[in-house]
C-alpha cells in the first residue's frame, strides 16, 4: 500500500475564509479521490482528481467552492472556498493505482472547524 | 446507483465477546467490489479487506472474518473475541468495476462498535 501524507492534519478556520489541503503519496498512483465526512456521518466523495485535467466532481459539488489540483501523479490539493460552519468535517484524500481493480488507501485526514 | 446499508448504527459488547456488523448492498453491476475499514477514534481510514464479487470464499484474518452471500447481497464481518482495541467506527463500501465507473466509493453509514473492559 502506499504511504499518503496530508497537510494540515487539523485546522481552525475563520468563516469567509479559504483552506488548501495538500496530500501528498510516496509513489505514482493514477487514481486521487478527495471525500468529506461530517461530523458523525459516513464519507462522501467530493470529486475525483484528474493528473493534468479539470476534475470530476459529483453531484451536490462544485468547483467553485472546491477547486482541486492534480499536477502530477503524487500530489493534489483541494481548496475549500468561503467557509462556513457547515463545511466543519474531515477531508481525506485517498488513492489507487489503476481504475475499476484496485483498493483505494486513505490519508490520515484532515479535521476542519469553522467558526 | 448502488447503496451500502448498514443497518446498526452502534454495537456495545464486553471485551472476548463476539461481534458481528452487518453490510446489504445495492448493485445492478455483476462485477463490483466490496470493502470493510476501520475508523479508530484518530480519524484515519484503515483498510481491512476487498471482496470481488466473483470470489464468495470467505475469510478469516486472526480474530477477524467475513461472510459474502451474494444470494442476499450480504457481506458481514465478525470480530472474535473483541478487544477495547477494536473500538471504532466500521464501514462497509461498494465500487463496480470498470473504466467508466471510476473507482468511486459508496460507503455505509457505519457501525460504532464500543468494546468495554
Known amino acids: 500500500s502506499a504511504v499518503i501524507s496530508q497537510k494540515p492534519s487539523r485546522d481552525i478556520c475563520q468563516r469567509g475564509t479559504s483552506l488548501t489541503i495538500q496530500c501528498q503519496v510516496d509513489?505514482?498512483?493514477?487514481?486521487m479521490f478527495w471525500y468529506r465526512q461530517q461530523p458523525g456521518q459516513s464519507l462522501t466523495l467530493i470529486a475525483t482528481?484528474?493528473?493534468?485535467?479539470?476534475?470530476?466532481?459529483e453531484s451536490g459539488f462544485v468547483i467553485d467552492k472546491f477547486p482541486i489540483s492534480r499536477p502530477n501523479l503524487t500530489f493534489s490539493t483541494l481548496t475549500v472556498s468561503n467557509m462556513s460552519p457547515e463545511d466543519s468535517s474531515i477531508y481525506l484524500c485517498?488513492?489507487?493505482?489503476?481504475?475499476?481493480?484496485?483498493?483505494?488507501?486513505f490519508g490520515p485526514g484532515t479535521r476542519l472547524l469553522v467558526l | 446507483a448502488q447503496k451500502v446499508t448498514q443497518a446498526q448504527t452502534e454495537i456495545s459488547v464486553v471485551e472476548k465477546e463476539d461481534v458481528t456488523l452487518d453490510c446489504v448492498y445495492e448493485?445492478?453491476?455483476?462485477?463490483?467490489?466490496l470493502f470493510w475499514y476501520k475508523q479508530p477514534p484518530s480519524g484515519e481510514l484503515v483498510f481491512l479487506i476487498r471482496?470481488?464479487?466473483?470470489?464468495?470464499q470467505n475469510e478469516i484474518s486472526g480474530r477477524y472474518s467475513w461472510n459474502f452471500q451474494k444470494s442476499t447481497s450480504s457481506f458481514n464481518f465478525t470480530i472474535t473475541a473483541s478487544q477495547v482495541v477494536d473500538s471504532a467506527v466500521y464501514f462497509c463500501?461498494?465500487?463496480?468495476?470498470?473504466?467508466?465507473?471510476?473507482?468511486?466509493?459508496?460507503f455505509g453509514g457505519g457501525t460504532r462498535v464500543l468494546v468495554k473492559p
Open positions: 471482496r470481488n464479487s466473483f470470489d464468495e
Open positions: 482528481a484528474n493528473q493534468g485535467s479539470e476534475a470530476t466532481y
Open positions: 463500501a461498494l465500487s463496480e468495476a470498470g473504466e467508466a465507473a471510476g473507482n468511486k466509493l459508496t
Open positions: 509513489s505514482q498512483v493514477t487514481m
Open positions: 448493485t445492478r453491476d455483476t462485477t463490483y467490489y
Open positions: 485517498s488513492v489507487g493505482r489503476r481504475s475499476g481493480q484496485e483498493t483505494q488507501y
